[in-house]
């Protein structure tokens, strides 16, 4: 096993003034499961590429272990992948497909067919092993090319988008078995997506990128909590994340954000950090998730300096939550989620708080969280 | 010959020696015989080249740093001539192949393109082959290598299989139809077109990746349906290598080329140079908009997805509305609702022509 180390790696493309992937540094430790999440163009799949040995770097170094391979054959970098387009091999059964790696490497016959087998009962294809492509389902393609890279028991395992030709049914169950199965080989796997749930359920720790550029590298936990950027803010959590551009003031010794529809009492804590870093009279825009925005009684009566009045353009029930399209706070509509108990109706004012120990503030001009920035 | 060999005749010759493969073309361009066996020489100023073998991949010479002496030209071609494992002769199917790969060369110059099999081959390639185009370029692989994970691939099928050099890095691979009943999508009772091409689609999409999975590197396949040899195989070739050619041009981001995919593509590519520039330089102002790399992208998956803008919105990852809006501003900016069939299909017609005329 081994972790993956990148040095200022760089890709330009001919033609391409603007590098697909910028400088990207990073040190993905030995059995980790990374996953590089960022909207479509925003060099991630490059990057799998580059480790791949798909596409040539064109500045920076790349370790795998120790050894330096920018220069080594991906057949050489004991390495597997599994790509968004698996293309299983049409002319070839089950066993076939998955031993064909093996057989280029001239492994023996009884190791192939040890391999191949041991992959299909973790995989439970089994019994698909005579089948041709053709006669299988997605779900069941899929995991026969997971079986042609499990069968090398490479060091490190490369995922490019795999469960997007799925439908959302299969994509939620593949998306458990993949988590598992790497937990069983304790192998170093680094997964693209662009899906933040996958990135959020699956990860380790989650790579947010955007031209080319990492945004913030973190765990699950700390990206959703601890957005550095308006950018990793807005990408990760759904609904998304609130933006209400407005200011903070100074009323009576307190700290009050104001904005369209919107006069709330900033707690003490935050208040502090934001005068300290004088963003008193200056625009900002403050993020708010939507589940901190309150319905229930007993947190608007916790909280009456925080309280919002707003009338609902939309009402969506999920029966187990609610998401509300309130208008008037800002431009756009913000969204709050709330219980779908809640019996609140379209067209109906209601009276909310928001929970303002958890918004984030960031600065209009570098998009930075300033909680989170020195 | 290997590279210690080379080394001790290195010591013997007191000069440089080098083993290289080198195309036939380079090989002629140096005064080289036509139809070389190994152990001839081509002479130029600094040297010469020692034919050691002549394969599907071109012409595996030794480079040596001076002119041969008549003595030691003789000793060197004896000495080749006393292996005894084959090495250093060309197989009898190796040569063969090259020599078919010479004869489609010759008809596609000379726009033959259903000129008869020639008899040796006639016999050979009697049934129905499954013509794929392999374009190939990475200085860190021998294409001996790559040509061996293309057999392996072809897996049961390989010896039925004709590898055919054509140009430098590039082969007419001919693999035999018996392959779409190996995929189980040939059904006599009810053929589907679509379905076999779909198969054939992944078929080069499996070679490709299996290819570069291996060796990296910038590797191009293109597929077409089932022909019969005798009477096809050079318009096969010449599809295939256009399909390529085309594909490389029009859709760079592309690794598999299929003929069925790129008929517009076709249009424009054979619209004289003149009448390009004169059509393009009378749109100018409407292809203004492909300049930007990311328009041109949401477009070419807009056409590809028939203009289904949900479906485009789900593909890209964006909101439906986010789309929409960007379409709109594509149409304040060129004057073309893609939405509507007739934008649609000028704005598609101007893409390809923006990619001919612009994009080099």
């Known amino acids: ?374 | 010959m290997d590279k210690e060999k080379a080394r001790q005749l290195e010591d013997i010759l007191g000069v440089r020696v080098r083993l290289v493969t080198v195309s036939p073309q380079a090989w002629a361009g140096r005064g080289g015989g036509e139809s070389p066996k190994p152990g001839d020489v081509a002479e130029f100023d600094q040297g010469c080249w020692l034919l050691v073998k002549r394969n599907e991949t071109g012409l595996k010479v030794l480079e040596i740093g001076k002119r041969l002496s008549s003595v030691e030209s003789r000793l060197l071609r004896w000495a080749l001539s006393q292996r005894t494992d084959g090495a250093f002769l060309s197989t009898e199917n190796e040569a063969l192949a090259i020599r078919l790969g010479e004869w489609i060369e010759a008809r596609l110059e000379k726009d033959e393109l259903h000129a008869p099999l020639p008899g040796e081959w006639a016999a050979r390639l009697s049934g129905g082959v499954v013509p794929m185009l392999l374009n190939y370029e990475h200085a860190g692989a021998d294409a001996g290598q790559i040509l061996n994970v293309a057999r392996s691939f072809l897996s049961d099928l390989s010896d039925e299989t004709v590898i055919v050099p054509l140009r430098p890095a590039e082969w007419l691979i001919l693999a035999p139809d018996r392959l779409l009943m190996e995929m189980e999508s040939f059904d006599r009772e009810e053929e589907d077109p679509d379905g076999v091409r779909e198969e054939l689609a992944s078929l080069a999409e499996g070679l490709q990746q299996a290819i570069t999975g291996e060796w990296g590197g910038d590797c191009h396949v293109a597929v077409a349906e089932p022909v019969q040899p005798r009477e096809e195989l050079a318009a096969a070739a010449a599809l295939l290598r256009e399909t390529l050619e085309l594909g490389r041009r029009f859709h760079p981001e592309r690794r598999v080329h299929l003929p069925w995919r790129i008929h517009l593509e076709w249009l424009i590519g054979h619209l004289p140079e003149p009448a390009l520039r004169r059509i393009a330089g009378r749109m100018h102002g409407a292809m203004e908009p492909f300049a930007d790399p990311e328009t041109a992208a949401m477009l070419e998956l807009f056409f590809s997805l028939d203009c289904n803008v949900s479906e485009t919105a789900r593909r890209m990852y964006i909101h439906r509305n986010t789309l929409l809006y960007r379409l709109e501003k594509f149409k304040l900016e060129s004057g073309l609702d893609v939405r509507g069939f007739n934008d649609a299909v000028r704005a598609r017609i101007l893409l390809l022509l923006y990619k001919m005329t612009k994009r080099k």
């Open chain 1, 1 to 374: 096993m081994a972790g993956v180390r990148l040095e200022n790696v760089t890709k330009k493309f001919p033609g391409s003034e603007k590098p697909a992937v910028d400088n990207f540094t990073l040190e993905i430790k030995d059995k980790e499961f990374l996953v590089l999440v960022g909207p479509s163009g925003c060099g991630k799949s490059t990057t799998l590429r580059m480790i791949a040995g798909l596409e040539e770097i064109t500045e920076g170094k790349l370790y795998i272990g120790d050894r330096l391979v920018n220069d080594v054959a991906p057949k050489d970098r004991d390495i597997a992948m599994v790509f968004q387009s698996y293309a299983l091999y049409p002319h070839m059964n089950v066993y076939q497909n998955m031993a064909f790696g093996l057989k280029l490497r001239k492994f023996r016959k009884d190791e192939i067919d040890r391999r191949v087998r041991e992959a299909a009962r973790m995989l439970e294809i089994e019994h698909l092993l005579d089948r041709k492509p053709k006669a299988l389902s997605g779900g069941q393609r899929q995991r026969v090319a997971l079986g042609r890279a499990i069968v090398r028991e490479p060091q490190v395992f490369l995922m490019d988008e795999p469960l997007s030709n799925l439908d959302a049914k299969l994509r939620t169950q593949m998306r458990a078995n993949i988590s598992k199965l790497m937990k069983r080989l304790e192998t170093t796997c680094i997964y693209v997506t662009h899906d933040q749930i996958e990135a959020m359920t699956m990860g380790d720790r989650i790579v947010v990128m955007k031209d080319g550029v990492i945004q913030q590298a973190a765990d699950p936990d700390t990206l959703y909590h601890h957005p550095v950027n308006l950018f990793v803010a807005g990408f990760i959590g759904s609904p998304a994340m609130n933006f209400i551009p407005g200011m903070f003031v100074e009323e009576g010794g307190k700290l009050r954000f104001k904005a369209e529809g919107i006069n709330v009492v900033m707690p003490e804590g935050k208040a502090q950090i934001i005068r300290n870093k004088g963003y008193v009279g200056r625009e900002i825009i403050l993020g708010v998730r939507p589940e901190d925005i309150h319905e229930e009684p007993v947190f608007l009566e916790a909280s009456p300096e925080t309280v919002i009045y707003a009338g609902v353009e939309v009402a969506e029930n999920l029966g187990h939550e609610m998401f509300l399209y309130l208008a008037g706070l800002g431009k756009e509509n913000v969204i709050a989620r709330v219980d779908g108990r809640a019996g609140i109706q379209e067209g109906q004012n209601v009276k909310l708080a928001i929970d303002m120990n958890k918004v984030h503030v960031f600065d209009k001009e570098t998009e930075l969280n300033i909680f989170e920035n020195d």
